[in-house]
């Protein structure tokens, strides 16, 4: 089945610099590649997504990029902000497949 | 829509006892996913439905964890008899089109078992 890893597992930066989380997965036959942030006591949160006939999607100040030759996609936040602080998860899923999640990357902005 | 419900918000139980977990998906979403989340294990798979029918238990991790749908506005999740590691965050997450599009989490139940 598929296996998803993301880095780094912890992150921090100083508040207006970039972040880049990185993920791979197993499965070629994933397509849909979403991120999900999630706020301390509350549930994941779709944020971008990205399906595999794209190679790049921006939303205002994150993107994300996939390479589907090196099964590697990546998440960038810019001009990060302290509301930005959370933790992030990846995930990769096929047709047939449930979404399958990384181990998450905690993400904090110093202000 | 007021999104995914889930209930309670936190669960204290003793080991041994029975444990039931709730969820109330989004009205109209036709897939509902139930998940574990662990600091070592991150977010795990549990079980998932396909209307209201079970289609894949296989990360459900032992017997003494079974799930139902038997209606397509709420779902169970429950522990006989639960243990201390079971202990972690359940999340209900549903769905409208498929498994690969955008899931709706709930706001996750915290269980603890002493």
């Known amino acids: 089945g598929e296996n998803v890893e993301q880095h780094p597992s912890t992150l921090s930066v100083q508040e207006g610099d970039s972040a880049v989380i990185k993920c791979t997965y197993s499965d070629s036959a994933s397509n849909y590649f979403p991120w999900y942030k999630q706020e301390l006591g509350k549930g994941p949160q779709l944020i971008i997504d990205i399906r595999s006939n794209v190679g790049e999607k921006k939303d205002q100040r994150i993107a994300v990029t996939l390479n589907k030759t090196a099964k590697h996609f990546s998440l960038h936040i810019t001009e990060t902000q302290p509301e930005d602080s959370a933790v992030y998860f990846c995930?990769?899923?096929?047709?047939?497949?449930?979404?399958?999640f990384g181990k998450g990357t905690r993400l904090s902005v110093i202000a | 829509d007021a999104g995914v419900i889930q209930s309670p918000r936190h669960e204290v139980t003793e080991m041994g006892q029975e444990v039931t977990l709730r969820c109330k998906p989004i009205s109209g979403h036709d897939y509902l996913f139930w998940y574990r989340q662990t600091m070592m294990r991150g977010l795990e798979l549990l079980i998932y439905f396909n209307n209201n029918v079970p289609i894949d238990d296989s990360g459900m991790p032992e017997d003494r964890f079974s799930a139902k749908m038997p209606n397509a506005s709420f779902s169970t999740l429950k522990i006989q008899p639960s243990e201390p590691r079971d202990s972690a965050v359940y999340f209900c997450a549903s769905s409208l089109f498929g498994k690969n599009t955008e899931a709706f989490f709930g706001q996750g139940t915290r269980l603890t078992v002493v």
């Open positions: 995930a990769a899923s096929s047709g047939n497949t449930p979404l399958v």
